[in-house]
C-alpha cells in the first residue's frame, strides 16, 4: 500500500528565511509520481509540482525547489527567502502506477505541513 | 482554460437531513472526476472517483453517494447526515492516465450540527 508521511507538522519561521518541508513516501511500484500541493487560508488546494520516478532531477521555479532522492524515498520542499504569503497548509501527495486502461485512482495525500511565515 | 466550480461554499445542516454537493468543470471533455474529504483542517481522504457518466468507485465505505448525470457534473449525496460528515469536501478534476495532476475547486465547508 502507497504512503506519504510529512513528519513536520507545523513549522514557523521568521521572513526571508530558508525552509524546508520534508516528505517521504512508501510504495512498491517501480514507476510513480509525486506531487506538491499549496492550500491558502482560503481553502482551495494550489498544484504546484509533479515529479515521476524516472527523473531525479532537482527543480527550481523561482523561490521554490524540490529535492527528490529516491535512494531515501524523499521529495522535498525547499523555500528560499520566505514571504508572509508562503503561509500555507503544504501537502505532498503519491500517485502509483501503470496505466490501467479504466482505473483512476485518486492521489494518496500525506497530513499536510502548516507553514507559518511571521513578518 | 478549465475551471472547477463547486457549490454551494458553506452549509450547515442538522443531523439527519439530506446532502447534495454539486461539482462543474468547464474546458475540458472526459475528465476524471474526485471527491475528497479534508477533516479536523487536515489530511485528505478519496471518497469517489468517476472516470466517465454513470461510472462512480468507492473508496471508503460510508454514509455518501456519488452521481456523474453529465460529463463535467459531479454530485455527492447523502439521504441522512451524521456528525461524522463534517468536514470540507473538495471535488477535483484530471486527466485520464497516471501521474496526471488533479486541480481543485474551492471546497465546500459542511457543518452538522
Given at each position: 500500500?502507497q504512503k506519504v508521511?510529512?513528519a513536520q ?21 517501480t ?7 499549496k ?6 488546494l494550489?498544484f504546484?509540482i509533479?515529479?515521476n ?8 521555479s523561482?523561490?521554490y525547489s524540490w529535492?527528490?532522492q529516491?535512494s ?6 525547499t ?11 503544504y501537502?505532498?501527495a503519491l500517485?502509483?502506477g ?10 494518496t495525500?500525506?497530513?499536510?505541513t502548516?507553514?507559518i511565515?511571521?513578518? | 482554460?478549465?475551471?472547477?466550480h463547486?457549490?454551494p461554499?458553506t452549509?450547515?445542516q442538522?443531523?439527519g437531513?439530506p446532502?447534495?454537493?454539486e461539482c ?8 476524471n472526476l474526485?471527491?475528497?474529504r ?5 489530511g485528505?481522504q478519496?471518497l469517489?472517483?468517476?472516470v466517465?457518466?454513470g461510472?462512480?468507485?468507492s473508496?471508503?465505505?460510508?454514509n455518501l453517494s456519488a452521481?456523474?448525470p453529465?460529463d463535467?457534473q ?5 439521504k ?5 460528515d463534517?468536514g ?7 486527466l485520464?492516465?497516471p ?13 452538522v450540527?
Open positions: 500500500a508521511t510529512q507538522t507545523e513549522i514557523s519561521v521568521v521572513e526571508k528565511e530558508d525552509v524546508t518541508l520534508d516528505c517521504v513516501y512508501e510504495t512498491r511500484d514507476t510513480y509520481y509525486l506531487f506538491w500541493y492550500q491558502p487560508p482560503s481553502g482551495e494550489v504546484l509533479r515529479r520516478s524516472f527523473d531525479e532531477q532537482n527543480e527550481i523561482g523561490r529535492n527528490f529516491k531515501t524515498s524523499s521529495f522535498n520542499f523555500i528560499t527567502a520566505s514571504q508572509v504569503v508562503d503561509s500555507a497548509v501537502f505532498c500517485s502509483e501503470e496505466y490501467s486502461g479504466g482505473g483512476a485512482d485518486g492521489l495525500f500525506g497530513k499536510g502548516h507553514l511565515i511571521q513578518p | 482554460s478549465q475551471t472547477i463547486q457549490w461554499a452549509l450547515v442538522p443531523v437531513s446532502l447534495s454537493l462543474t468543470v468547464e474546458g475540458t471533455s472526459n475528465p474526485y471527491w475528497y479534508q477533516a479536523a483542517g487536515r485528505l478519496l469517489f472517483y468517476s466517465g457518466i461510472q462512480i468507485s473508496e471508503v465505505p460510508q452521481s456523474r453529465q463535467r459531479f454530485i455527492l449525496s447523502s441522512k447526515l451524521l456528525l461524522s463534517s470540507f469536501y473538495l471535488c477535483a478534476w484530471g485520464d492516465g501521474g496526471y495532476e488533479q486541480y481543485f475547486g474551492p471546497g465546500t465547508r459542511l457543518t450540527t
